[in-house]
């Protein structure tokens, strides 16, 4: 059974259907690539699974719970989780400490975390830093690492709230491709030891055929073609979008896998 079921999902600016009546499925232990051109409707479908916006029509659930209609917070508490950049002030706190402050969020007891953070649940912020590969790192300021390490305490951060749905925005965004990779396939076993699913956009194509178990096209809000990568690649429309006339996005700019 799907963990995520969504239904003619439909969200409008003024006249712009940002998102126009798209339905998909996610399960569990799936990570599903939503890929489309500039301003094709990827992160306003983001936005409504996360609550930062409320969709105009259609349906968002997560086991069987509808989604829309919920706060951001709820949402979360449910357990749609998302990778956040690390903010400037938590650069000078240790890695360990970042996934403690985590801890605390996920726990509730966000009034005390200034002072507590040292102290709280070091063991399983530890157990975290593990599953990243992080551990030796633990107690370096956050602010000393290389940005590919950096990525991966934020994916350990993401991991305390035990999300059985990870939202990635543009994760290799601004990486190396070896960095890249390794991002990904860390990504990967992530999803298969927990079991968690994980929706991401991303613009490179090679992270997307890589790593997606399947994949998603947006264009102009609509859902043009869902599948496998292999399917997706040689799709008449996708190919239109991507390689073809380019009519439909030559005023977007479009860059190849635009994210
Ligand atoms: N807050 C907003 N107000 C008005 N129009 C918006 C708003 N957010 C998005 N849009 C419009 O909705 C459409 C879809 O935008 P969206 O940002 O979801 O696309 P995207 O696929 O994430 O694009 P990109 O790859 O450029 O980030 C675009 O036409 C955009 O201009």
């Not at 998102?19 to 992160?43: C, T």
């Not at 985590?102 to 975390?113: G, R, V």
């Amino acid at each position: 059974m799907s963990l995520l079921t969504v239904k003619d999902l439909g969200k409008s600016f003024g006249g712009v259907k940002a998102v126009d009546g798209i339905s998909f499925e996610l399960a569990a232990g799936e990570l599903l690539a939503l890929i489309g051109p500039n301003g094709a409707g990827k992160s306003t479908t983001f936005n409504m699974v996360n609550g930062q916006l409320k969709a105009d029509r259609g349906s968002i659930s997560l086991d069987g719970q509808e989604l829309i209609g919920q706060k951001p917070r709820s949402i979360w508490r449910l357990g749609v989780g998302r990778t956040f950049q690390i903010a400037e002030t938590f650069q000078s706190l240790s890695v360990v400490e970042n996934v403690q402050m985590a801890l605390l969020s996920h726990d509730q007891k966000i009034y005390a975390m200034w002072r507590r953070a040292a102290d709280y649940r070091r063991q399983d912020a530890l157990a975290l830093l593990d599953q990243v590969g992080m551990l030796a790192q633990a107690d370096r300021p956050c602010s000393e690492l290389a940005y590919g390490d950096v990525k991966r305490v934020e994916l350990s951060i993401a991991m305390a709230n035990s999300p059985k749905l990870l939202l990635m925005d543009e994760p290799t965004a601004g990486m190396a491709p070896r960095e890249r990779n390794a991002l990904m396939a860390l990504t990967k076993k992530l999803v298969t030891e927990r079991g968690m699913a994980v929706l991401f956009t991303e613009h490179s194509m090679d992270v997307v055929f890589a790593y997606a178990d399947r994949m998603i096209v947006l264009a102009r809000g609509r859902l043009i073609a869902a599948g496998k990568p292999l399917e997706i690649r040689d799709h008449p429309k996708v190919q239109e979008v991507y390689f073809g006339s380019g009519k439909t996005f030559e005023k977007a700019g479009t860059k190849l896998g635009g994210a």
